[in-house]
């Protein structure tokens, strides 16, 4: 089956009003890159978002939310429900997603996907070590959320997160659902939704 292809304005590139870097004429490059892109990711993007995420995740919790192969695997089978930030060619920060068909979370959903359900389980949001404190966390969320309203069928995403990282999903429209069944090691996470409001709400606001 040919891979899906998703037409959103929340994946159109755009450019930053300020350069990213200046170079002197003699030493530009030839060829350009779009200065800021959002896009699906790929499983050939798959060593660059574990390397991020386990740069990211392991000084922190000791523990990465997923495996180089759960990645690969996760963007085999759904890379309608990832995205990657990438600046001038270079990925600074992703989120990873995949299908689930129940009320809450369970174990199971940290490793599975469910093709045609209403629900997206984000798994991860990550952004590089060089591109942190600059609120492209907030941005690339954003940025998601608003392409997932795009996308048929889809009613929330849900995702489970350590208590200090609440206050910054609760700013991103996510609420607290309370403590979550699913544990990594010894830690312990709580539960958090957002309702997408349809796709008929996603075409009279966002384009689509």
């Given at each position: 089956?040919?891979?899906?292809?998703?037409?959103?304005p929340?994946?159109?590139?755009?450019?930053?009003?300020?350069?990213?870097?200046?170079?002197?004429?003699?030493?530009?490059?030839?060829h350009?890159?779009?200065?800021?892109?959002?896009?699906?990711?790929?499983?050939?993007?798959?060593?660059?978002?574990?390397?991020?995420?386990?740069?990211?995740?392991?000084?922190?919790?000791?523990?990465?939310p997923?495996?180089?192969?759960?990645?690969?695997?996760?963007?085999?089978?759904?890379p309608?429900?990832?995205?990657?930030?990438?600046?001038?060619?270079?990925?600074?920060?992703?989120?990873i997603?995949?299908?689930?068909?129940?009320?809450?979370?369970?174990?199971?959903?940290?490793?599975k996907?469910?093709p045609?359900?209403?629900?997206?389980?984000?798994?991860?949001?990550?952004?590089?070590?060089?591109?942190?404190?600059?609120?492209?966390g907030?941005?690339?969320?954003?940025?998601?959320?608003?392409?997932?309203?795009?996308?048929?069928?889809l009613?929330?995403?849900?995702?489970v997160?350590?208590?200090?990282?609440?206050?910054?999903?609760?700013k991103?429209?996510?609420?607290?659902?309370?403590?979550?069944?699913?544990?990594?090691?010894?830690?312990?996470?709580t539960?958090?939704?957002?309702?997408?409001?349809?796709?008929?709400?996603?075409?009279?606001?966002?384009?689509?």
């Open positions: 089956m040919a891979p899906q292809v998703i037409s959103s929340f994946l159109k590139p755009f450019f930053l009003k300020t350069p990213l870097s200046v170079a002197s004429p003699r030493h530009q490059r030839r350009t890159l779009p200065a800021s892109e959002f896009r699906n990711l790929t499983p050939q993007d798959a060593i660059s978002v574990f390397e991020i995420e386990r740069e990211a995740f392991i000084s922190v919790s000791g523990e990465c997923l495996t180089l192969d759960e990645v690969l695997s996760f963007l085999g089978q759904c309608e429900l990832s995205m990657g930030w990438f600046e001038e060619g270079q990925l600074v920060a992703f989120i997603g995949s299908g689930w068909d129940k009320e809450k979370l369970e174990q199971e959903a940290m490793r996907h469910v045609d359900s209403p629900t997206v389980h984000i798994h991860v949001l990550s952004v590089h070590r060089q591109c942190r404190q600059q609120g492209k907030s941005i690339v969320l954003w940025r998601y959320l608003q392409y997932l309203r795009c996308l048929p069928g009613r929330r995403a849900l995702l997160c350590e208590e200090f990282l609440v206050p910054f999903y609760q991103a429209g996510f609420k607290a659902k309370g403590p979550s069944a699913v544990t990594v090691g010894a830690l312990t996470f539960e958090m939704e957002y309702q997408l409001g349809g796709l008929a709400y996603a075409r009279r606001n966002s384009g689509c």
